[in-house]
């Protein structure tokens, strides 16, 4: 599974931006795609997940501003953030748990990630 994400740049505060995380490859099934983010000198923390049932989940810190989901026929998930703040910034990564085949375990795979820099 090859994920691609995409839509990182520079933002000024209060701005808007959409990140795209598309997966490729040999994928039988996906169980959840996750968005993660890790700022400079910092641990990768969660931002947010879809589920397969369709089910989102937020950090604290994204909640009411950033939405996830997902366009299943172009295997894209997207993750709409709003109001950004400077202390969004950072690199986002895409992660899905999939697998290849039915009978194939379950694995976790990672985008390459995209920088967001929020900043006036």
């Known amino acids: 599974v090859q994920l691609q994400a995409s839509g990182g740049g520079l933002v000024q505060p209060g701005g808007s931006l959409r990140l795209s995380c598309a997966a490729s490859?040999?994928?039988?099934?996906?169980?959840?795609v996750g968005w993660y983010r890790q700022a400079p000198g910092l641990q990768r923390e969660w931002v947010a997940q879809?589920?397969?049932?369709?089910?989102?989940n937020y950090a604290d810190s994204a909640k009411g501003r950033f939405t996830i989901s997902r366009d299943t026929a172009k295997n894209t998930v997207y993750l709409q953030m709003n109001s950004l703040k400077p202390e969004d910034t950072a690199v986002y990564y895409c992660?899905?748990?999939?697998?290849?085949?039915?009978?194939?375990?379950?694995?976790?795979?990672w985008g390459q990630g995209t920088q967001v820099t929020v900043s006036s």
């Open positions: 879809i589920r397969r049932t369709g089910i989102t």
């Open positions: 992660n899905v748990v999939g697998r290849s085949s039915r009978q194939s375990p379950w694995a976790n795979f």
């Open positions: 490859g040999s994928i039988f099934e996906i169980n959840v």
